[in-house]
């Protein structure tokens, strides 16, 4: 059974920057679509951005666009997000998932069922 754990969240103000990790672990094969999405109170989970462990492929919804960077360190298959110019929209539970896969076309955060498995959440505050 692949496991996912987050870190990194925290509070900032807007403009600031955080950085994310999920690490996986219990995997036999390195090749997988990871995702990262984000839940505000009230309001439905959304996905923010994908990569492909393989090739590094990376997708990224508009709203996220010239802001976040998703990154891979695949010898230990881990995937950061990094976030700069924060703003307040960005506040949510932010979740990392994943699934195993041997292409990169279909690694995008639409559709979470698609993904297997999850972490836990870590919080992304963004004071304005």
């Known amino acids: 059974q692949v496991h996912l754990v987050e870190s990194g969240g925290g509070s900032v103000q807007a403009g600031g920057s955080l950085r994310l990790s999920c690490a996986a672990s219990?995997?036999?094969?390195?090749?997988?679509?990871m995702a990262w999405f984000r839940q505000a109170p009230g309001k439905e989970r959304e996905g923010v951005a994908s990569?492909?462990?393989?090739?590094?492929?990376?997708y990224y919804v508009d709203s996220v666009k010239g802001r976040f960077t998703v990154s891979r360190d695949n010898a230990k298959i881990t995937m950061y997000l990094q976030m700069d110019n924060l703003k307040a929209e960005d506040t949510a539970m932010y979740y990392c998932?994943?699934?195993?896969?041997?292409?990169?076309?279909?690694?995008?955060?639409?559709?979470?069922?698609?993904?297997?498995?999850w972490g836990q959440g870590t919080q992304v505050t963004v004071s304005s």
């Open positions: 219990g995997y036999s094969d390195n090749r997988f679509c």
């Open positions: 998932a994943a699934y195993p896969g041997v292409k990169y076309y279909g690694c995008r955060p639409h559709v979470p069922d698609d993904f297997r498995y």
């Open positions: 990569l492909y462990t393989r090739s590094g492929f990376t």
